[in-house]
T-cell receptor, first 117, second 117 residues
Framework: DAMVIQNPRYQVTQFGKPVTLSCSQT?????MYWYQQKSSQAPKLLFH???????NEADTPDNFQSRRPNTSFCFLDIRSPGLGDAAMYLC????????????????FGPGTRLLVL | AQKVTQAQTEISVVEKEDVTLDCVYE???????LFWYKQPPSGELVFLIR????DEQNEISGRYSWNFQKSTSSFNFTITASQVVDSAVYFC??????????????WGLGTSLAVNP
């Protein structure tokens, strides 16, 4: 089945130690998103790639970076994790048809739960 | 500003009861999209339905049904004969247009549904 895969499912890192979360997809979707979700909150969009074009949300801290080396893979890099970065990180994809103003469905991976010690 | 309100923070029902989750939205867009997602304890966001603003037909899928009413800016979700497996957090989301034809999702805070045996 076509799907969105996130590895690892659980990640423990130390305060200040860089960490990379990965996402891959077999849906061949051209848009990939990274969300942060803290306990009992709604997902918060960090950034997204429209094909190779990177779109950062205005309030996303500089500590968060992303790479998309090809259509299938996207990475979230946290350069110096703080205790406040402990959260669930969700990757999502969508297929944009190019029709103006159309919002296609976003399909989510299982998430990576990050713990910062 | 565009907004999504899910007034019910938590709902608890007994198995086989019917339950309705409310979603009220605000938007000035004439074309917009509404979504429902389910987030079980495992954390993955599961897509349930997408509805565009021009399609006010109600939708039924098995035990799930959705009532979209533009006159009251509501997109409510009903689970008939609830089951324990329906226990999850349910999010309603509205697509927001920004920077021309770009869109992103505005999320409600979610409703936590507990279905007890």
């Amino acid at each position: 089945d076509a799907m969105v895969i996130q590895n690892p499912r659980y990640q423990v890192t130390q305060f200040g130690k860089p960490v990379t979360l990965s996402c891959s997809q077999t849906l061949n979707h051209n848009v990939m998103y990274w969300y942060q979700q803290k306990s009992s909150q709604a997902p918060k969009l960090l950034f997204h790639y429209y094909d190779k074009d990177f779109n950062n949300e205005a309030d996303t801290p500089d500590n968060f970076q992303s790479r998309r080396p090809n259509t299938s893979f996207c990475f979230l890099d946290i350069r110096s994790p703080g205790l406040g970065d402990a959260a669930m990180y969700l990757c999502a994809t969508s297929r944009t048809t190019g029709l103006a103003g159309v919002q296609e469905t976003q399909y989510f991976g299982p998430g990576t739960r990050l713990l910062v010690l | 500003a565009q907004k999504v309100t899910q007034a019910q923070t938590e709902i608890s029902v007994v198995e086989k009861e019917d339950v309705t989750l409310d979603c009220v939205y605000e938007t000035r867009d004439t074309t917009y999209y509404l979504f429902w997602y389910k987030q079980p304890p495992s954390g993955e966001l599961v897509f349930l339905i997408r509805r565009n603003s021009f399609d006010e037909q109600n939708e039924i899928s098995g035990r799930y049904s959705w009532n979209f009413q533009k006159s009251t800016s509501s997109f409510n979700f009903t689970i008939t004969a609830s089951q324990v497996v329906d226990s999850a957090v349910y999010f309603c989301a509205l697509s927001e247009a920004y920077a021309g034809n770009n869109r992103k999702l505005i999320w409600g805070l979610g409703t936590s549904l507990a279905v007890n045996p």
